[in-house]
């Protein structure tokens, strides 16, 4: 059995997933191995059933929910997401930090079961309209933060949307990282979530150590991985980057971003 069967696909595969599908009660139509628009419409139904992305397509989480597949593992990408594919998603940003940070970020994406294409271009994405220069970092004082008389970060201090409790909380839990973790909600959220469980809300300068701003960027994502790929799905770049961001901060540069790595990374 191959593990992606798509929209045009012919053969005894194609028969065995039409089968699969008619026992589980998402009739294909006629079972006559062509993946036609009765067996999409049947694949998509089946996904929203089982909250699988509805995309149509039958991989290895949809082929193993319908007994076809022994893993639901998604193919590993990260392979393909070279220094040069990541060079061209990260204009400007020093190749000795994409040298540096680049396998530490891969490897997190393959430990929370997130290396597929999307997720990979994601990720590196992510980092062009959070840091740029693939390197994580402390925010730094802006006008969305930090009023015009007041202290760094109390813009941030009584936002109890992020778990903020007064000052100096702003300031302690600024955004850092790869995906700029911000709010006291958060670093309490997915400290104890690493691999090597850590208390971030007495130690949040940990959040800026390449390893576990690896592993929170991919806690991050993993998180919202099925929004994400309905997002991009549709050609809605604003969506998948609210959906990490909260607005619309450095949107442009995310799509942009994806969409070089999507050209350039081998399909």
């Known amino acids: 059995m191959r593990l992606k069967l798509v929209y045009g696909d012919q053969g005894p595969d194609v028969t065995a997933l039409q089968q699969a599908l008619l026992a589980a009660g998402f009739n294909p139509g006629v079972i006559d191995g062509d993946f036609g628009t009765g067996t999409f419409n ?14 149509g397509i039958a991989g ?16 590993d990408a990260t392979g393909d997401m070279s220094v040069q594919v990541a060079s061209l998603m990260l204009p400007g940003a020093p190749l000795a930090n994409i040298k540096t940070h680049l396998p530490v970020i891969l490897a ?8 597929d294409r999307t997720m990979a271009l994601m990720a590196i994405a992510t980092i062009r309209a959070e840091t740029a220069g693939c390197a994580p970092i402390s925010e730094g004082i802006s006008a969305f933060n930090t009023s015009p008389t007041g202290h760094p970060f109390d813009l941030y201090d009584h936002r109890s949307d992020l778990g ?7 300031a302690l839990f600024k955004g850092r990282g790869f995906v700029q973790l911000t709010g006291r909600s958060n670093y309490r959220r997915y400290g104890p979530r690493l691999p090597t ?4 809300v007495k130690k949040p300068e940990l959040a800026n150590t390449a390893s576990v701003a690896a592993d929170l960027l991919s806690l991050f994502l993993a998180d919202r991985e099925l929004q994400i790929k309905d997002a991009i799905l549709h050609g809605n770049f604003q969506a998948a980057r609210r959906l990490v961001n909260g607005g619309l901060h450095g949107w442009e540069q995310f799509e942009t971003s994806f969409k070089r790595g999507d050209m350039a990374m081998p399909r």
């Open 60 to 75: 290895p989480r949809t082929l193993h929910a319908l007994g076809l597949a022994e893993s639901a593992d998604l193919p």
């Open 42 to 55: 049947a694949v998509s139904a089946f996904q929203q059933a089982k909250g699988l992305l509805a995309d």
């Open 197 to 200: 469980p850590a208390d971030l």
């Open 164 to 170: 903020n409790q007064g000052p100096p909380d702003g």
């Open 108 to 115: 997190s994406l393959r430990a929370f079961e997130i290396p």
